[in-house]
């Protein structure tokens, strides 16, 4: 049999909706124009909210004419080769040094991606014998890297701290039997929920239990703590983090990622992370501007507080109208609400036809049939009128959607 056959048949879980979620405009729509709370969408302005671009660093002019000059003097090319054979430089070294001392961690390894360096990381650290415990909400690259894992793993509902003790009584033991040690994955700000990881919490847990934790910090740094060094600042536990990573992906508006710990364990991490070491360096221009990012990010707290202005005015203001925004403690604002598919994609298609607003929608199956959740990410670009305006195009389709009007005007695209 052809290995492709299958894919006639199954198109697999997403491939599955596009037939459903029209392509190009509710599955791989294009927002065109500079990076701003104001986009294209279709040839229409937007306003958009959906860009994770939490301290609106993307489109800073500073940053855009550092990325410039970073590509016209070095191109995209250098360095060539992995860091450990050919592809290290001052500049990524530089880099991680200051990331180590923003972070409040001894040393950091610069990661080519977020994702591949979750992977890599948890396969790296963690042999046969070792045990990993995680959150069942965590993101799919910790689930992946979870997948890579040769030996046990043990999952906890989603924040259940008395459950991660039944688990990491499992564990333990074990752990124990094989000669292996245990690994807890959580992380800082939950992407969907907007909850943060009860890291004091967990952290307590070690005076009970041997283990070492990971924080995936993807959402959490430069947006939370008093310096933007991220949800283990914030909730005053950075130290007891023993792996914290963070991706430049949102607030550093890039690509890249970072890993910071004790010496000892970066150092082990350089020599065998194999999304790394098999791997191109990081270009310069995304080694020079993200210095510049991080200069600005640490210079300019002004961008963060206009962040959460914006967060506190649009997450007030929807609770203040009734809306269900979850349990969220970060910028990341969900809205949900009750309705069935025509409903969630007819309101989807209404917000951004008739009231210009664009934000990302999550239906059946992501979240369970008969929930629509609306996902809002504020940034320090965003103003106040911004907010009146989508608090109000909200009302608009929370009413509309309450009097049954997209079961009959809505896209009509599945029987329910
Ligand atoms: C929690 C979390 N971890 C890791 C990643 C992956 O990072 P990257 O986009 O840099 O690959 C993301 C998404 O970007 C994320 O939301």
Redesign the pocket.
């Given at each position: 049999m052809d290995i492709f056959e299958k894919f006639l048949v199954d198109k697999g879980p997403l491939g599955k909706l596009s037939s459903i979620y029209e392509e190009g405009y509710f599955m791989f729509p294009k927002l065109e124009g500079e990076i701003a709370p104001r986009m294209q969408f279709k040839g229409r302005e937007v306003l958009t909210w959906s860009l994770?671009n939490y301290l609106g660093l993307a489109n800073h002019p500073e940053v855009r004419k550092v990325d410039a000059d970073a590509a016209r003097d070095w191109g995209l090319g250098y360095p060539m080769g992995a860091r450990m054979m050919s592809g290290n430089t001052s500049k990524h070294e530089e880099f991680e040094e200051q990331m180590a001392d923003f972070i409040k961690k001894e040393s950091v390894m610069l990661l080519n991606?977020?994702?591949?360096?979750?992977l890599s990381i948890i396969d790296a650290v963690t042999g046969r014998k070792d045990v990993i415990v995680y959150d069942s909400e965590s993101?799919a690259?910790?689930i992946d890297g979870v997948r890579l894992h040769m030996g046990k793993r043990f999952v906890y509902p989603h924040n259940d701290i008395e459950n991660l003790e039944k688990q990491l009584k499992r564990a333990t033991k074990l752990a124990d039997e094989n000669g292996g040690g245990v690994l807890v994955i959580t992380?800082g700000v939950?992407?969907m929920s907007g909850n943060m990881g009860k890291l004091k919490e967990v952290i307590a847990l070690k005076e009970k239990f041997q283990f070492r934790l990971l924080v995936?910090d993807?959402?959490g740094f430069g947006t939370m703590g008093a310096t933007g060094a991220g949800t283990g600042e914030e909730l005053g536990v950075q130290d007891g983090i023993d792996l914290y990573?963070a991706?430049?992906?949102?607030s550093m508006a890039s690509?890249?990622?970072i890993i910071g710990g004790d010496v000892d364990v970066i150092d082990y991490l350089k020599h065998n992370m194999r999304s790394q070491i098999f791997a191109k360096s990081l270009p310069m221009p995304l080694v020079i501007g993200g210095m510049k990012r991080l200069e600005l990010l640490k210079n300019n707290p002004g961008m963060k507080d206009n962040l959460w202005k914006v967060v506190n005015a649009l997450q007030s203001g929807l609770r203040e109208k009734g809306f269900n925004i979850g349990t969220t403690q970060s910028p990341v604002t969900p809205v949900i609400m009750s309705g069935g598919l025509n409903d969630g994609t007819g309101l989807i298609k209404d917000l951004r036809e008739n009231y210009n607003i664009f934000c990302s929608g999550v239906v059946y199956p992501v979240v369970p049939k008969g929930v629509i959740m609306l996902r809002l990410i504020p940034t320090a670009v965003h103003t106040l009128e911004d907010v009146a305006e989508t608090i109000a195009a909200f009302e608009a389709v929370k009413d509309k959607l309450l009097s049954g009007e997209y079961r009959k005007e809505g896209v009509a695209l599945v029987n329910e």
């Amino acid at each position: 049999m052809d290995i492709f056959e299958k894919f006639l048949v199954d198109k697999g879980p997403l491939g599955k909706l596009s037939s459903i979620y029209e392509e190009g405009y509710f599955m791989f729509p294009k927002l065109e124009g500079e990076i701003a709370p104001r986009m294209q969408f279709k040839g229409r302005e937007v306003l958009t909210w959906s860009l994770n671009n939490y301290l609106g660093l993307a489109n800073h002019p500073e940053v855009r004419k550092v990325d410039a000059d970073a590509a016209r003097d070095w191109g995209l090319g250098y360095p060539m080769g992995a860091r450990m054979m050919s592809g290290n430089t001052s500049k990524h070294e530089e880099f991680e040094e200051q990331m180590a001392d923003f972070i409040k961690k001894e040393s950091v390894m610069l990661l080519n991606f977020g994702y591949q360096g979750i992977l890599s990381i948890i396969d790296a650290v963690t042999g046969r014998k070792d045990v990993i415990v995680y959150d069942s909400e965590s993101h799919a690259c910790i689930i992946d890297g979870v997948r890579l894992h040769m030996g046990k793993r043990f999952v906890y509902p989603h924040n259940d701290i008395e459950n991660l003790e039944k688990q990491l009584k499992r564990a333990t033991k074990l752990a124990d039997e094989n000669g292996g040690g245990v690994l807890v994955i959580t992380e800082g700000v939950f992407g969907m929920s907007g909850n943060m990881g009860k890291l004091k919490e967990v952290i307590a847990l070690k005076e009970k239990f041997q283990f070492r934790l990971l924080v995936d910090d993807a959402h959490g740094f430069g947006t939370m703590g008093a310096t933007g060094a991220g949800t283990g600042e914030e909730l005053g536990v950075q130290d007891g983090i023993d792996l914290y990573f963070a991706t430049f992906a949102k607030s550093m508006a890039s690509i890249g990622a970072i890993i910071g710990g004790d010496v000892d364990v970066i150092d082990y991490l350089k020599h065998n992370m194999r999304s790394q070491i098999f791997a191109k360096s990081l270009p310069m221009p995304l080694v020079i501007g993200g210095m510049k990012r991080l200069e600005l990010l640490k210079n300019n707290p002004g961008m963060k507080d206009n962040l959460w202005k914006v967060v506190n005015a649009l997450q007030s203001g929807l609770r203040e109208k009734g809306f269900n925004i979850g349990t969220t403690q970060s910028p990341v604002t969900p809205v949900i609400m009750s309705g069935g598919l025509n409903d969630g994609t007819g309101l989807i298609k209404d917000l951004r036809e008739n009231y210009n607003i664009f934000c990302s929608g999550v239906v059946y199956p992501v979240v369970p049939k008969g929930v629509i959740m609306l996902r809002l990410i504020p940034t320090a670009v965003h103003t106040l009128e911004d907010v009146a305006e989508t608090i109000a195009a909200f009302e608009a389709v929370k009413d509309k959607l309450l009097s049954g009007e997209y079961r009959k005007e809505g896209v009509a695209l599945v029987n329910e």
